[in-house]
């Protein structure tokens, strides 16, 4: 009895927590569409969100090009495939490494830290102050985090891209001696816009995800410090998982058609 | 006169446990009443009830006569914007200067500019008898008693009908509790608004109130003037006003001794 008690209170726990979700999210939405817009606040945001997060960004896609151009060189050596190096890191940077690990990074540093934001101002009271001054926090504090990494995360993504690619560049001239010109040009030849809009558009639902994780788990956050650190694991954990998720639907999706 | 705030009946429980159970409590128009109870009673919930913060499972709360329970946020606006609050720890927005905080509400509801804004910051802050050198700085940077006077600042600067108090002096030293005191006192004879203030602090009580509720367990169980306060042969309300370990209010759960029922005492 006591198994079957733990299996329903699992469910209907997470059964709650989804329907709490679902109604945070059209909130939001609404809080999104409906003035006033928090232009400045949206303004903050992209340059925490965005601006902030382009060193980690650009070195992760870096050094992941450049791992990337490796091991198909290798991959390709044992039948005597080597000059796809290019275009299968292009390929691989633009359609999936870029957008996700890109948002795995930013779902790292900006979903922790808006939901440590947002959780402190929960369990400091600031989150009622603000309704009792007449302000909705969800137009307030959620709307423009999710809108500013929803804006941001495609950018992000694209400088991933080319970095990405610059690092599989650099590795493949210099390491393995491949020609610089016939690199690029491979590269061109073989990229198409379709490679890189379907790795912009995952990358859009990727900043959606990490900034409404964030924030969710900040919104609900409670029992003082401990509950504000079980947001922000709970929130970069959501966020990555949901991440992954999303990319697989999304492939799924886009390149079946 | 007639009833500002008027709770009738109001229950509210979170799971098994009841933490309202039949709240009746009015306050007059120009009234400041000073909710009394020790930790764990019920008078932040019944705060945050009467703020909308929380919604009650059932009774009645009305704001000049308008019922409040079941409306949405935006249903209530009117009635939001005559309502200040001084929360407990100030709850002063961090990432904005103390100008902003206390402009906040001018500046994101009425659309006011900044060098008003600014005015109106200064002008706040000198009814609680702060400096303009304090606008542009950070909340981390203040004090606890500046915190709490910033809070205040922020209450009273939309010129409010009611303002609500949630243990106003909590954490203060004793000259700034009086400090604090005569400052909620002034504020509000100035603005002739109606208060609720929720504390444990008798000091508070004495300075500030009018009338007064004791709330044990949910219930309202006393209720009186100041004058009736003192000369209360009440079990509970002498307990807790002389600070006595031993008397029919339990202790953090535990029964110091043999207690009757807040119903059964009254």
Sequence with gaps: MTFLATIGAFFLAFFAQSGRLAVFVGQTLAAMLRPPIYFRIIGQQ???IGYFSLPVVALTSFFTGGALAIQIYYGGNQFNSEAIVSSIVALGITRELGPVLGGLMVAGRVSAAIAAEIGTMRVTEQIDALTTLSTNPHKYLVA??????TICMPVLALVADIIGIFGGFVVGTQSFGFNAAIYVQRTINFLGVDDVTSGLIKAAVFGFIIAMMGCYNGYYSKGGAQGVGRATTNAVVSASILILAANYLMTSLLFSA | MTAKIA??????SFGPKD?????????????????IGGSGSGKSVMLKSILGLLTPDSGSIKIDSCETVGLARHGRADIDHQIGMLFQNGALFDSLPVWKNVAFRAIQNDGMNEADARDLAVDALKRVELGAELLDLSPAALSGGMHKRVGLARAIASKPEIIFFDEPTTGLDPIMTDVINHLIRNCVQELGATTVTITHDMTSVRAISDKTA???KGEIIWQGTTDELEG?????????????AHGPIEVEGQKLASAPSPAEAV
């Design chain 2, 19 to 35: 933490v309202l159970r039949g709240i009746n409590l009015k306050v007059e128009t120009g009234q400041s009443l000073v909710v």
């Design chain 1, 46 to 48: 992209i340059i925490r």
């Design chain 1, 144 to 149: 423009p985090r999710v809108i500013a990494a």
């Design chain 2, 7 to 12: 709770l009738t009946n109001v229950h509210k």
């Design chain 2, 214 to 216: 004791l709330l044990y």
């Design chain 2, 232 to 244: 209360s042969d009440d079990p509970f309300l002498n307990q807790f006003i002389n600070g006595l």
